[in-house]
């Protein structure tokens, strides 16, 4: 008999005292221990210049070596809230390669965020100035009074560092705090010299991914004051989401028989601006296939006004027409950007989404911000609800298990799936007994397949697992997507629907074999190679910028596809556009030499 349900009586009377579901901060992220390293080896400036200017917006998971010299600090886009621009770095209580300082619960010196040394031999006259933007928490973790964030210089002229700058967490009320700009002047001569550098320190609890302080757009600059408003810079301020109206990832063929009715009506992006001013700004995007081709566009839209520091919600019609591409899977991206732009960074105005069509349903993003476990003495149940658009055979359940230095490894729990009830689990489909695993990686899950493939006709089931002992079972939780309506848990033979706190449980059904295709960007999918024109609007010439072979071809068209200019680039290709009538063109580059295959960007010719 099995041995769950032979445990039954016994699971409900250890579980009098339980207490439900707790969600806590990630223990670890394991990273790759070699990425930063190489990155920073490479032959970059010892010696900083001005302006200098550094928002976090890129994909991480480090600081960007050009810049800094530590690499514990944490690049990310979904852990701040209302951020100045996409991407921040987060100091927290997990060293570099994502692992804990401390197997047990301590507090202590954690992450360090230390600049490369700067050209600095400015006299105090020149009223140069840093400033930065911080926020204790975020949708993270929030620090407590004995938490700490500091801010250190460096004084090339006897070697020492020397604090300016500090905040401390807080026990009560520990609520959602905006970000706040921090402006310091410096002025002491020991600190403008050539090789002064500045360095982010925390106080944090060691053992996880605790006490969170987000960082964003840092600036040092000359001929500053302390009323500095002067950011001419708009952007996006989060990652752009799914296409889908429910799902952030479908399998191919259960997407395709009802394309239209499985496309969201809209989709929502998030713009913000530094500007001193309420201003308008033009919006636009690219859809590109698999195979990089561009399929659809939007000319480029005025969106606005966008108000300083708060979040604009620009809203479009999802219009795409989807079409087989004869594969088992697909993606598709959706490139966003902002044009008509003088800004200090163009690099945040440019957001992309990568939509997986694949052979998984998946409601979370794919990145945790937290774990969650149950909260009890003895075991229980959580379940997700989900509802597969086909009848079709389940295969495998994929989870983001999250290890902590509580790690339950070769701990007994089970896998299991449950029809709908009323607004609940209901019948027991499966059952699976299992050994808790350790985490692959940082936002890489963990794939279970079925002992028995279970058949499922269209509808609503559940995904979840069950304890009969007590540890922490950590799931990834996804806390930028809000699942609330679906998770449900049971520690004493009652379903109760989960509320505390909002987010997505990552568990991902999967219909099809192989199991570990594409649950991330595939290798093999030509990804459109980045680069930018500029100016754009444009006078009588464009410039290309980007890493590609001489001999690449370019060519211009008009918004009917008629060719009416080509060539081939050269490092920092000028081409002159003084030929064509004001208006809106396409530019397209040979996504490599030779390959016949082009990506395209909108230009605006401007009237001189």
Not at 207 to 211: A, E, H, V
């Given at each position: 008999?099995?041995?769950?349900?032979?445990?039954?009586?016994?699971?409900?009377?250890?579980?009098?005292?339980?207490?439900?579901?707790?969600?806590?901060?990630?223990?670890?992220?394991?990273?790759?221990?070699?990425?930063?390293?190489?990155?920073?080896?490479?032959?970059?400036?010892?010696?900083?210049?001005?302006?200098?200017?550094?928002?976090?917006?890129?994909?991480?998971p480090?600081?960007?070596?050009?810049?800094?010299?530590?690499?514990?600090?944490?690049?990310?886009?979904?852990?701040?809230?209302?951020?100045?621009?996409?991407?921040?770095?987060?100091?927290?209580?997990?060293?570099?390669?994502?692992?804990?300082?401390?197997?047990?619960?301590?507090?202590?010196?954690?992450?360090?965020?230390?600049?490369?040394?700067?050209?600095?031999?400015?006299?105090?006259?020149?009223?140069?100035?840093?400033?930065?933007?911080?926020?204790?928490?975020?949708?993270?973790?929030?620090?407590?009074?004995?938490?700490?964030?500091?801010?250190?210089?460096?004084?090339?002229?006897?070697?020492?560092?020397?604090?300016?700058?500090?905040?401390?967490?807080?026990?009560?009320?520990?609520?959602?705090?905006?970000?706040?700009?921090?402006?310091?002047?410096?002025?002491d001569?020991?600190?403008?010299?050539?090789g002064?550098?500045?360095?982010?320190?925390?106080?944090?609890?060691l053992?996880?991914?605790?006490?969170h302080?987000?960082?964003?757009?840092?600036?040092?600059?000359?001929?500053?004051?302390?009323?500095?408003?002067?950011?001419?810079?708009?952007?996006?301020?989060?990652?752009?989401?799914?296409?889908?109206?429910?799902?952030?990832?479908?399998?191919?063929?259960?997407?395709?028989?009802?394309?239209?009715?499985?496309?969201?009506?809209?989709?929502t992006?998030?713009?913000?601006?530094?500007?001193?001013?309420?201003?308008?700004?033009f919006?636009?995007?690219?859809?590109?296939?698999?195979n990089?081709?561009?399929?659809?566009?939007?000319?480029?839209?005025?969106?606005?006004?966008?108000?300083?520091?708060?979040?604009?919600?620009?809203?479009?019609?999802?219009?795409?027409?989807?079409?087989?591409?004869?594969?088992?899977?697909?993606?598709?991206?959706?490139?966003?950007?902002?044009?008509?732009?003088?800004?200090?960074?163009?690099?945040?105005?440019?957001?992309?989404?990568?939509?997986?069509?694949?052979?998984?349903?998946?409601?979370?993003?794919?990145?945790?911000?937290?774990?969650?476990?149950l909260?009890?003495?003895?075991?229980?149940?959580?379940?997700?609800?989900?509802?597969?658009?086909?009848?079709?055979?389940?295969?495998?359940?994929?989870?983001?298990?999250?290890?902590?230095?509580?790690?339950?490894?070769?701990?007994?729990?089970?896998?299991?799936?449950?029809?709908?009830?009323?607004?609940?689990?209901?019948?027991?489909?499966?059952?699976?007994?299992?050994?808790?695993?350790?985490?692959?990686?940082?936002?890489?899950?963990?794939?279970?397949?079925?002992?028995?493939?279970?058949?499922l006709?269209?509808?609503?089931y559940?995904?979840g697992?069950?304890?009969?002992?007590?540890?922490?079972?950590?799931?990834?939780?996804?806390?930028?997507?809000?699942?609330?309506?679906?998770?449900?848990?049971?520690?004493?033979?009652?379903?109760?629907?989960?509320?505390?706190?909002?987010?997505?449980l990552?568990?991902?059904?999967?219909?099809?074999?192989p199991?570990?295709?594409?649950?991330s960007?595939?290798?093999?999918?030509?990804?459109?190679?980045?680069w930018?024109?500029?100016?754009?609007?444009?006078?009588?010439?464009?410039?290309?910028?980007?890493?590609?072979?001489?001999?690449?071809?370019?060519?211009?068209?008009?918004?009917?596809?008629?060719?009416?200019?080509?060539?081939?680039?050269?490092?920092?290709?000028?081409?002159?556009?003084?030929?064509?009538?004001?208006?809106?063109?396409?530019?397209?580059?040979?996504?490599?030499?030779?390959?016949?295959?082009?990506?395209?960007?909108?230009?605006?010719?401007s009237?001189?």
């Open positions: 008999m099995n041995k769950l349900l032979i445990c039954m009586p016994l699971l409900w009377a250890c579980m009098g005292m339980a207490q439900g579901l707790k969600v806590e901060p990630l223990g670890s992220m394991p990273l790759d221990q070699k990425s930063y390293g190489t990155k920073s080896t490479r032959d970059f400036p010892d010696t900083l210049q001005l302006p200098f200017v550094e928002d976090f917006s890129y994909p991480g480090y600081p960007d070596g050009r810049l800094w010299l530590s690499p514990s600090a944490f690049i990310s886009s979904t852990l701040p809230y209302l951020p100045p621009t996409i991407g921040v770095a987060t100091l927290d209580g997990l060293r570099w390669d994502g692992q804990p300082y401390a197997s047990i619960i301590q507090n202590g010196g954690a992450d360090t965020l230390l600049s490369r040394p700067f050209r600095l031999n400015f006299p105090p006259s020149d009223s140069l100035y840093m400033s930065f933007f911080v926020q204790p928490g975020g949708i993270g973790n929030f620090p407590e009074f004995v938490d700490s964030l500091m801010l250190e210089f460096y004084s090339p002229v006897d070697s020492l560092w020397r604090w300016v700058w500090g905040s401390k967490g807080e026990d009560y009320p520990q609520t959602m705090r905006p970000f706040r700009k921090v402006m310091l002047p410096i002025r001569t020991l600190f403008l010299k050539n002064f550098q500045f360095r982010f320190r925390n106080h944090a609890q053992n996880g991914s605790w006490d302080w987000n960082i964003d757009y840092i600036e040092i600059d000359r001929f500053r004051n302390r009323f500095d408003t002067l950011h001419t810079d708009f952007a996006f301020m989060y990652p752009p989401k799914s296409l889908l109206h429910t799902y952030q990832a479908l399998p191919l063929w259960h997407f395709l028989p009802q394309a239209n009715e499985n496309m969201d009506e809209l989709y992006l998030s713009l913000t601006t530094l500007n001193a001013f309420p201003a308008n700004r919006y636009g995007y690219d859809f590109f296939n698999a990089g081709d561009l399929v659809d566009f939007l000319q480029f839209e005025n969106q606005g006004p966008i108000i300083p520091r708060q979040e604009y919600i620009l809203e479009e019609p999802v219009k795409y027409t989807y079409e087989d591409p004869g594969t088992e899977w697909t993606v598709y991206y959706l490139k966003h950007f902002l044009s008509d732009n003088t800004d200090s960074l163009a690099r945040n105005d440019t957001a992309t989404y990568i939509q997986v069509l694949s052979n998984y349903y998946a409601l979370d993003d794919g990145s945790a911000e937290a774990r969650v476990s909260n009890n003495n003895g075991g229980g149940f959580v379940a997700q609800r989900f509802e597969n658009y086909i009848s079709d055979t389940l295969k495998a359940v994929q989870f983001y298990f999250n290890r902590t230095v509580m790690n339950g490894a070769g701990q007994e729990w089970f896998l299991m799936i449950w029809a709908a009830g009323n607004n609940q689990p209901g019948q027991l489909l499966h059952q699976q007994a299992l050994t808790y695993p350790d985490s692959p990686g940082l936002n890489q899950f963990s794939t279970i397949a079925l002992s028995t493939p279970l058949f006709p269209s509808g609503s559940y995904v697992w069950a304890q009969t002992s007590n540890f922490e079972l950590n799931v990834g939780f996804d806390r930028n997507i809000n699942s609330n309506d679906r998770i449900y848990y049971n520690l004493d033979g009652n379903w109760y629907n989960y509320a505390a706190a909002e987010g997505t990552m568990l991902r059904p999967i219909f099809r074999y199991f570990d295709i594409y649950v960007t595939p290798a093999t999918v030509q990804k459109p190679q980045e930018q024109l500029f100016p754009n609007p444009s006078g009588d010439f464009i410039q290309i910028s980007g890493d590609h072979a001489d001999g690449t071809r370019w060519m211009i068209s008009d918004l009917q596809g008629r060719v009416l200019l080509n060539g081939e680039y050269e490092s920092q290709t000028k081409l002159d556009v003084s030929t064509l009538p004001v208006g809106m063109y396409f530019l397209g580059l040979e996504s490599s030499k030779g390959s016949g295959r082009f990506t395209w960007k909108k230009f605006i010719r009237a001189q």
